[in-house]
């Protein structure tokens, strides 16, 4: 027994010297009580050849995470407090403590759980833009969303039936509006690009950029969503009298997500190497999609559009 007990310390000791250690964080001995969940999120989103880059970006103790039996709702993301809400289901043994393996989820539960990453992403970049005040230049990609927020979300049209997108209505937002629609619009993108990635290429094989058949169907899905208007967001009107109406307004087609901004998040977020952001360029399909639009796109000199991956090298 003694041996026993020297032994059990002395793993202790050890697991206390690892990077991101806690006191106190040892009441069990094993991997869930001395890996974080953020370490383990980004692990197992590598086993599943998914997108980390805008993950690595986020400090491992930001977010935090919470479970509930949801049932309004899939899941919630509360900036004031870093705060993300999951259903119970999605956590460890579905217990409600920790966060699940990625690899138990299923494609489904991914593509929402990154739609909320994304936000706890944008919630940082604002709370670092916070902390360090005017001091350096701003991130890229949150200054390049200020400008798509004045300029493309600042006026929208809404589609007062959601299923009827093509049914419009103009509305003009306030800042606080626009940076909402901007940021679900944003977050659907980013949704749907990790759910098309998981179905081409297939759980256990190779990323679908190492394969060009995977990488076609991709591009073959943005092209159709494209022209089916299918990545339009929505912002929670302020004035009350609007709200006792409908709690949500979606954005009509007319407002769905610009090219240039599904560009920006393909290679300054999401991560996809240039190469295959070239050949959906390159498609003739697409050739209005990305043609520049309003005075928003065209603004921005030669130098902030190339370190925003606009411009070919």
Not at 18 to 28: H, I, K, R, T
Not at 165 to 189: G, H, I, K, M, Q
Not at 225 to 244: I, K, M, S, T
């Amino acid at each position: 027994m003694a041996l026993f007990c020297k032994a059990l310390l002395l793993v202790q000791l050890l697991l206390y010297a690892l990077p991101g250690a806690q006191p106190g964080a040892f009441a069990a001995v094993g991997a869930e009580t001395v890996a974080p969940q953020w370490t383990r999120l980004l692990v197992d989103a590598d086993k599943l050849r998914l997108p980390t880059q805008f993950l690595k970006e986020i400090p491992p103790d930001f977010v935090r995470f919470e479970f509930e039996d949801l049932h309004a709702y899939a899941a919630e993301y509360h900036p004031e407090e870093h705060r993300l809400v999951l259903n119970r289901s999605l956590s460890f043994n579905g217990a409600g403590r920790t966060l699940g393996p990625l690899t138990g989820m299923t494609n489904k539960e991914l593509q929402v759980l990154y739609h909320e990453l994304f936000h706890a992403y944008m919630d940082y970049l604002v709370d670092r833009e916070r902390d360090r005040g005017s001091d350096g230049p701003a991130h890229p990609v949150l200054a390049f969303a200020r400008k798509q927020q004045a300029c493309r979300y600042s006026t929208v049209m809404i589609a007062p039936l959601p299923q009827k997108p093509d049914e419009t209505e103009t509305r003009y937002l306030s800042d606080e509006e626009a940076w909402e629609a901007l940021n679900e619009t944003w977050a659907v993108f980013v949704g749907w690009a990790i759910l098309q990635q998981l179905e081409v290429q297939k759980r256990g094989t190779a990323s679908m950029f190492d394969k060009k058949r995977p990488a076609e169907q991709w591009m073959r899905r943005y092209e159709q969503a494209v022209h089916a208007g299918e990545w339009r967001g929505y912002y929670v009107p302020q004035d009350q009298e609007e709200r006792r109406l409908t709690h949500k307004r979606f954005l009509g087609n007319p407002s769905q997500i610009s090219g240039e901004e599904t560009l920006v998040l393909m290679s300054q977020v999401i991560g996809f190497p240039k190469s295959f952001m070239d050949r959906i360029k390159g498609r003739p399909g697409l050739a209005d999609f990305f043609s520049p639009k309003n005075e928003c796109t065209a603004a921005g000199s030669d130098q902030e559009k190339s370190e925003l991956g606009h411009l070919p090298s």
